[in-house]
């Protein structure tokens, strides 16, 4: 019987349930689609400038595969404004029987068949499944660097499990842990890498909502990317709607004139993490002179939360920078920006311009709670 | 066996790295380990490169072994206009 790949409706939503069941038998928890064809977070409707719609592939009455686009307007630079598609969760029945081997290639062509002007974000590492399939069918991939800043040293060294995997490697973070070399070592280089911005000209705030200053920071700033989504008052209300309450919105202001804004969180508890309190700088706008101190703010923040680390992915050379010149350090990144053929074009001289491509964990399908 | 058979196990061979001489037309995901979804994917790009074709989603479906692959390839070629 042939497989259909359709809008994903109520209709639909028994057979992903039993879509859902059968690759949750292949034992990875994270295998798992959408139970309600409308999106809990950015449901397409009115005026919205970025949604969210979800389809699937369908073998007469069975499920066998499912993927989301996030459509959103991208500003790029000297080329105006353009609607551009999030690539996003796309599962396939092929995981756990090959007899859909086909399917993971079905949904990537159908969601390009759609929207030519695509992306995906994340996947865990360029050489996971679905990074190879899109490299495989043409996307541009690179690295969205990854920055940290350890708070608490002590309980860095004790439990980042990632660092931890080697039993020699873990036998001696406890003795720096407990002699207080660790602690000496992290402080170092991050104080060698730079010491956060304290300007009596800079105040931050925490907000409710967005509104029209951050129109005015989101013109000003633009001028300065080769490529951002749109990071406008409308936008940012739906993005950080008021009443999600696990990210804090941050507004920094320079002689009371507003010069930015930050997101911040507390992350989902990970297992390469151990028992640490991560806090993450999720998302954040400015013009480069005023980017350390938001980058200071956002820090200050998470640290009066309570964090023993701080994470955030940034692009663009200017907040790589300023992060790097706020103390903190640079780690691998798994975090892989694919672009499709058509969206590369868009973003030529690709190469030079990845280093102005503004992208954050807010980016894609990272919100609300995965970042 | 046909032309476009030897040319498609030579390139399925050569994708999934098994010896071409292993591949007949019964040949499919349940018997070839590394004939997953992104080697199915490259199996079909390589396909549309080597014989000038844009295969649809219900063929790209339709390939779900060495032989069916074939037969898909083969009508056509045999329906391209000379």
């Not at chain 1, 295998?31 to 809990?40: G, Q, T």
């Not at chain 1, 009115?46 to 686009?69: D, I, P």
């Not at chain 2, 040949?27 to 590394?34: K, Y």
């Given at each position: 019987m042939a497989i259909i790949i359709q809008p994903y409706r109520p209709e639909h939503e028994p057979a992903v349930q039993e879509f859902n069941r059968r690759l949750q038998a292949a034992g990875d928890p994270d295998l798992v689609f959408s139970?309600?064809?409308?999106?809990?977070?950015?449901?397409?409707?009115?005026?919205?400038?970025v949604w969210n719609e979800f389809f699937v592939a369908v073998e007469g009455s069975a499920v066998r595969g499912a993927y989301g686009l996030k459509q959103e307007m991208v500003f790029v630079g000297g080329r105006g404004m353009h609607r551009v598609a999030c690539y996003h969760h796309p599962l396939s029945e092929g995981i756990i029987?090959?007899?859909?081997?086909?399917v993971g290639a079905l949904l990537a062509r159908d969601a390009l068949a759609r929207q030519p002007l695509l992306y995906a974000l994340?996947?865990?590492?360029?050489?996971?499944p679905i990074a190879r399939m899109l490299k495989a069918l043409g996307f541009s991939l690179t690295a969205i660097p990854f920055y940290f800043r350890v708070v608490h040293p002590r309980k860095f060294l004790l439990e980042m499990q990632a660092l931890r995997n080697q039993h020699w490697r873990a036998i001696l973070m406890n003795i720096a842990a407990a002699t207080g070399t660790g602690w000496l070592a992290i402080k170092s280089a991050q104080a060698a890498s730079g010491l956060r911005v304290r300007r009596p000209d800079f105040a931050a705030e925490e907000i409710t909502e967005f509104s029209d200053w951050a129109d005015v920071l989101w013109n000003r700033a633009?001028?300065?990317?080769?490529m951002a989504a749109m990071r406008d008052a409308n936008t940012l209300r739906l993005l950080y709607?008021?009443?999600?309450?696990s990210i804090k919105r941050i507004r920094v202001s320079r002689n009371g004139t507003a010069a930015g804004w930050a997101i911040v969180g507390l992350r989902r508890k990970d297992q390469k993490f151990g028992r640490m309190r991560v806090g993450s700088i999720v998302d954040c706008w400015a013009s480069p002179e005023d980017m350390r101190a938001v980058v200071a703010a956002a820090t200050g923040t998470l640290e009066k939360e309570g964090v023993d680390l701080i994470v955030s992915n940034q692009s663009h050379q200017s907040w790589t920078s300023a992060f790097e010149n706020s103390g903190f350090l640079k780690g691998p990144s798994t975090f892989i920006f694919a672009a499709s053929r058509k969206l590369t074009e868009l973003l030529q001289p690709f190469e030079q311009n990845r280093m102005l491509f503004h992208i954050t964990?807010?980016?894609?399908?990272?919100l609300p709670a995965n970042f | 066996m046909s032309a476009v058979f030897d040319q498609i196990r030579a390139m399925a061979a050569d994708l999934f790295?098994?010896?071409?001489?292993?591949?007949?037309?019964?040949?499919?995901p349940q018997t070839i380990e590394n004939w997953d979804s992104i080697q199915h994917l490259n199996l079909v790009l390589a396909i549309e490169e080597r014989f000038g074709v844009q295969l649809s989603p219900e063929e790209i479906e339709q390939m779900k072994s060495v032989g069916e692959t074939v037969k898909l390839v083969e009508s056509r070629l045999q329906a391209a206009p000379r």
């Amino acid at each position: 019987m042939a497989i259909i790949i359709q809008p994903y409706r109520p209709e639909h939503e028994p057979a992903v349930q039993e879509f859902n069941r059968r690759l949750q038998a292949a034992g990875d928890p994270d295998l798992v689609f959408s139970h309600s064809s409308i999106p809990r977070w950015l449901a397409p409707g009115g005026t919205n400038s970025v949604w969210n719609e979800f389809f699937v592939a369908v073998e007469g009455s069975a499920v066998r595969g499912a993927y989301g686009l996030k459509q959103e307007m991208v500003f790029v630079g000297g080329r105006g404004m353009h609607r551009v598609a999030c690539y996003h969760h796309p599962l396939s029945e092929g995981i756990i029987d090959r007899t859909y081997a086909s399917v993971g290639a079905l949904l990537a062509r159908d969601a390009l068949a759609r929207q030519p002007l695509l992306y995906a974000l994340g996947m865990g590492g360029s050489d996971r499944p679905i990074a190879r399939m899109l490299k495989a069918l043409g996307f541009s991939l690179t690295a969205i660097p990854f920055y940290f800043r350890v708070v608490h040293p002590r309980k860095f060294l004790l439990e980042m499990q990632a660092l931890r995997n080697q039993h020699w490697r873990a036998i001696l973070m406890n003795i720096a842990a407990a002699t207080g070399t660790g602690w000496l070592a992290i402080k170092s280089a991050q104080a060698a890498s730079g010491l956060r911005v304290r300007r009596p000209d800079f105040a931050a705030e925490e907000i409710t909502e967005f509104s029209d200053w951050a129109d005015v920071l989101w013109n000003r700033a633009s001028t300065t990317v080769s490529m951002a989504a749109m990071r406008d008052a409308n936008t940012l209300r739906l993005l950080y709607r008021p009443e999600v309450t696990s990210i804090k919105r941050i507004r920094v202001s320079r002689n009371g004139t507003a010069a930015g804004w930050a997101i911040v969180g507390l992350r989902r508890k990970d297992q390469k993490f151990g028992r640490m309190r991560v806090g993450s700088i999720v998302d954040c706008w400015a013009s480069p002179e005023d980017m350390r101190a938001v980058v200071a703010a956002a820090t200050g923040t998470l640290e009066k939360e309570g964090v023993d680390l701080i994470v955030s992915n940034q692009s663009h050379q200017s907040w790589t920078s300023a992060f790097e010149n706020s103390g903190f350090l640079k780690g691998p990144s798994t975090f892989i920006f694919a672009a499709s053929r058509k969206l590369t074009e868009l973003l030529q001289p690709f190469e030079q311009n990845r280093m102005l491509f503004h992208i954050t964990r807010a980016d894609g399908d990272g919100l609300p709670a995965n970042f | 066996m046909s032309a476009v058979f030897d040319q498609i196990r030579a390139m399925a061979a050569d994708l999934f790295g098994v010896p071409a001489a292993s591949i007949d037309t019964s040949s499919s995901p349940q018997t070839i380990e590394n004939w997953d979804s992104i080697q199915h994917l490259n199996l079909v790009l390589a396909i549309e490169e080597r014989f000038g074709v844009q295969l649809s989603p219900e063929e790209i479906e339709q390939m779900k072994s060495v032989g069916e692959t074939v037969k898909l390839v083969e009508s056509r070629l045999q329906a391209a206009p000379r």
